[in-house]
């Protein structure tokens, strides 16, 4: 059968397409495509934006569409395909005519065709240029799992990595690490969706990719750092919340023949094996030191066993002491000694210290009530206590306990079981046993040598718990820590 050249052009040529795609499959397809289309753009102005600040926005934008575009795009061919399968060679051609390239409705059809699968394949690049890059935003790693990240991504965005995106520590470059993280990252929706994932999140990430791909891509340990001055303010339990303060010179080193904190553990040459018997390492029982010269030597506790006694033993490397550079907790007087000594929280109002972490060790069931209870017991203790005080103070008292809730919001999440101390830090030994775990002189050699525990091997005590440090000034910087 020829074409039917006197039909009209507008309805002639899409005779074909229209009898290819006669099929429940393909127009459901059509009809899926349709809507996710017209979805995309109601939501391209807000994309093209940049990056999506509303994290259910950016789901339904990149992560609701694309399924059901991509899905109605491939029912179509299948529909057709099916049909053609039925109807064979005789069904086409009653539909089509002669296929050859002068049957003008045949060439209109792939015509058709081919700019319709052109601008299919902008919105699918878009739609997968998109879905990518929003999966490696930090709205979508922070805030989309509400619940389960709220812990991680407030400690983030109160850390100095606060600017710093999470793919870049989490996954770093390069498509291996990409895929393995976007595999681990599907089971840990299901986790999710099934609600079965751990609280809270178990620590250390043992899948976490190693710190010289990530971390040193800013930061090197070869690099010789300069000695650094550290001020730590501290805030008595007394009724004038007495000040001091410890100042330390910080011996960094690095990259100079084994001097300074980085030098000693991650200089040329040296490598550091160690064993520990818990799965937060605050155990370490055994310890191998490799030396640039190649000479080995490895110290244990005294309840040790030789090689780890099985425990898996691992490099030492970035992480084991800047165990939490970017989601690191305070413990409730820290905080309140930050809070005071940043003006948040007046330091001359009578026992601010001691009540804020009284009220602050208290338990709260959830944050409604640590938002309602907080605030209300930091500003009744001076209604009761001191009541001249709040007479003249009480916008001073209120914002200071508005204070005091933001320490405990900071640090306490109650649905992920995030309770003071929860999550050691490693860095110091002041509140976590941290450098001591192996610094603590009863890691021993078969010579007899231990590992040190002596102050002057990674920092200068220049001031210890003093009111107003000479050494600050002598530096001039006391105005500073005023």
């Known amino acids: 059968m020829t074409p039917n050249l006197s039909a009209p052009k507008g309805r002639g040529w899409l005779s074909p397409f229209v009898h290819l795609s006669n099929n429940w499959i393909s127009l459901a397809g059509v009809v899926i495509v349709t809507t996710a289309t017209i979805f995309w753009l109601f939501l391209l102005p807000i994309t ?69 699968t052109v601008v299919n394949i902008v919105i699918a690049s878009q739609l997968s240029y998109g879905a990518v890059n929003y999966m490696d935003s930090v709205t979508f790693c922070g805030e989309t799992c ?199 929280i007046p330091t001359n109002l009578p026992f601010a210290k001691k009540k804020a972490v009284e009220i602050l060790k208290a338990n709260y069931l959830s944050r409604d009530e640590a938002a309602q209870k907080i605030p209300a017991a930091f500003a009744k203790y001076y209604q009761d206590t001191y009541p001249a005080i709040w007479n003249t103070r009480q916008a001073d008292i209120s914002a200071a ?4 809730l933001a320490i405990w919001d900071r640090n306490i999440f109650p649905d992920m079981k995030v309770t003071w101390g929860k999550y050691p830090v490693n860095i110091g030994h002041t509140d976590f046993p941290g450098c001591f775990r192996c610094h603590d002189d009863s890691h021993k050699a078969q010579s007899g040598k231990t590992i040190t525990q002596d102050c002057g091997a990674c920092h200068n005590l220049l001031a210890m718990d003093e009111k107003s440090p000479k050494v600050l000034t002598d530096l001039g910087i006391a105005d500073m820590h005023q």
Request: net charge positive; proline share 8%.
């Open 48 to 116: 093209l934006r940049g990056e999506v600040e509303n994290p259910y926005l950016g789901i339904l934008a990149f992560l609701t569409i694309p399924g059901p575009f991509f899905a109605g795009l491939a029912m179509i061919p299948i529909g057709i395909w099916m049909k053609k399968r039925r109807e064979g060679r005789s069904g086409i051609l009653r539909a089509v005519g002669p296929l050859t390239w002068e049957n003008p409705e045949l060439r209109r059809l792939i015509y058709f065709v081919g700019a319709t």
């Open 146 to 344: 509400h619940t389960v990240m709220q812990p991680e991504f407030t400690a983030y965005q109160n850390s100095p990595h606060s600017r710093v995106e999470c793919v870049k520590c989490h996954i770093g470059p390069g498509a291996g690490w990409f895929v393995k993280s976007k595999m681990s990252g599907l089971g840990q929706v299901f986790a999710v969706a099934f609600n079965t994932y751990p609280r809270p999140i178990p620590t250390p990430v043992h899948n976490l990719r190693p710190a010289r791909e990530t971390c040193e891509t800013c930061h090197w340990p070869q690099k010789y750092g300069e000695d650094r001055v550290r001020v730590i303010d501290k805030f008595a339990d007394d009724e004038t919340n007495t000040e001091s303060k410890t100042v330390l010179l910080m011996k960094i080193g690095g990259g100079n023949h084994g001097i300074g904190i980085h030098g000693t553990h991650l200089g040329p040459g040296v490598h550091i094996n160690y064993a520990a018997t818990d799965e937060q390492r605050q155990n370490i029982p055994w310890v191998e030191y490799n030396g640039p010269d190649g000479k080995k030597t490895v110290y244990m506790a005294a309840d040790a066993k030789p090689n780890g006694g099985g425990a898996p033993i691992r490099e030492m490397d970035c992480m084991d002491c800047h165990n939490r550079p970017a989601h690191s907790y305070d413990l409730p007087e820290r905080g309140v000694d930050k809070a005071m000594a940043n003006g948040l």
């Open 401 to 404: 306990g508005k204070q005091v």
